[in-house]
């Protein structure tokens, strides 16, 4: 009888843990869509290159919940965006929920090994680079064709906005070297340092 109780608690224990991380991803996902919403252009970058920070609450929910945590609140996010402000025939949302992903991802597993702020900085700083290397390659293998073929955009209107910032931009492969590659790169120092001034204060809520 004692461990049949016991047992049964303890499944209750976890159900209302499960219970309690799904509403969490679920809240810091809405959170993160509405930031999305808040972008800007960056002068030295072509126009399609918006910065914004919605990778925070992601990457916030990778350290608190961990690593799969913090790619379904970029999940989310990005669904929330295709339901309600869908531009790209899902294009954009998908290469934003890789981009982030990837990022996330790869600094919640660091943390997730050895819980310490050392830890925490070299995980962000593998992230950023593993995510601006992979999506130079998928940008140039993968979504700018997209954006030819399934919304006829040329190739050199997209080209265009690219030498409109930065007359070295030529062509596609210049856009993501000087272009994509850079703007990856900053976005995700930006989104870490706002990550490392905001943790300390919103775990707490997180781990309640």
Not at 9 to 17: F, G, H, Q, R, V
Not at 40 to 57: G, I, N, W, Y
Not at 106 to 133: D, E, N
């Amino acid at each position: 009888m004692g461990n049949g109780r016991v047992s049964s608690e303890t499944l209750n224990i976890k159900k209302l843990s499960n219970v309690r991380t799904l509403t969490k991803v679920a809240v810091l996902g809405s959170f993160s869509f509405v930031i999305m919403l808040i972008e800007f252009p960056l002068p030295l970058f072509a126009a399609f290159l918006r910065l914004d920070f919605s990778d925070v609450p992601a990457l916030i929910g990778a350290f608190a919940m961990g690593p799969w945590a913090g790619v379904a609140v970029e999940l989310i996010k990005n669904i929330l965006h295709a339901v309600f402000k869908n531009e790209t025939a899902l294009i954009g949302e998908t290469a934003n929920f890789l981009t982030g992903s990837i990022m996330v991802f790869t600094a919640g597993w660091f943390y997730s090994r050895k819980k310490t702020f050392k830890i925490a900085v070299m995980g962000m700083a593998a992230g950023v680079v593993l995510m601006a290397v992979l999506m130079s390659f998928a940008n140039y293998y993968i979504f700018i064709p997209l954006y030819q073929k399934l919304l006829h955009i040329p190739l050199d209107a997209i080209v265009q906005m690219g030498t409109a910032a930065n007359k070295a931009i030529i062509d596609l492969k210049t856009l993501v070297v000087y272009s994509i590659v850079p703007f990856n790169l900053l976005k995700g120092v930006v989104v870490s340092l706002i990550t490392i001034m905001l943790y300390k204060r919103v775990s707490p809520i997180l781990h309640s």
